[in-house]
């Protein structure tokens, strides 16, 4: 979160040759295979165990998107990047937890919903209240739903990080995808205390060809000065046939 990006552990550059021969692809008469052929209907999967490559702190957030590299050695610039990321938090073991007081939760009267959120963001697209509008996204990590920009933005410095958040901004602006014609807030989801999944579907028309969607916009809710007020942090878009 804050846009630190955590370093693995130094121990990943010590290669374990026993682990290296054990974990090694090869082919069934046991030649070492540098090229995998997927065919229609094929796939295949890779696990990882992140703890071993990082140390999570406790009571931070996370976040994981997946870039692949078909051949990194001879072509690093042609990669794939997952169209979503995931998120997950660590929490303190119990042991670790300081005792709660029961406390009765009084929700401030200028407080609002994600559902909230998400009906005056969309409301502020169909007027073209721009002003409004982004005051509902968190930008630097809305941005990276976004892989036209996501990989420059996160190896941009802070100065030419603005430069690309303003045309990122002329892009949402843009309407590309089409103009917001209706929207239904469907459900809401709360994966934890300040992350929470608003499930919309919209129909949008472009070139006056209608096409409807599922819109899951995350949200996060702000600290500090901004305690209480729900973001808009990241959307994941499906085609509803």
Known sequence: ENDETLLPNDKIYLTDKKLERRNKVVNLVGDSVKEIILHKGESITKKFNLKEYYNFLPGKKYYIAT???PNYTEDPQTFLRSENYSLFVVEPKKSELPPRRAEPYQSSETELTPEEVIHLFLSAEMKKNWENYFKYLELSEFIHAYPKFSKEFANADSDYQALILDEF?????SSVSGKL???KIVKRQDPHSSISKVYVHIERELNRYPTKYEYIYILKKGSGLQKGFWKISNVIVKVIR
């Open 67 to 69: 870039y692949f590299y």
């Open 169 to 173: 901004k002329k892009f949402l602006i």
């Open 181 to 183: 014609v209706n929207y």
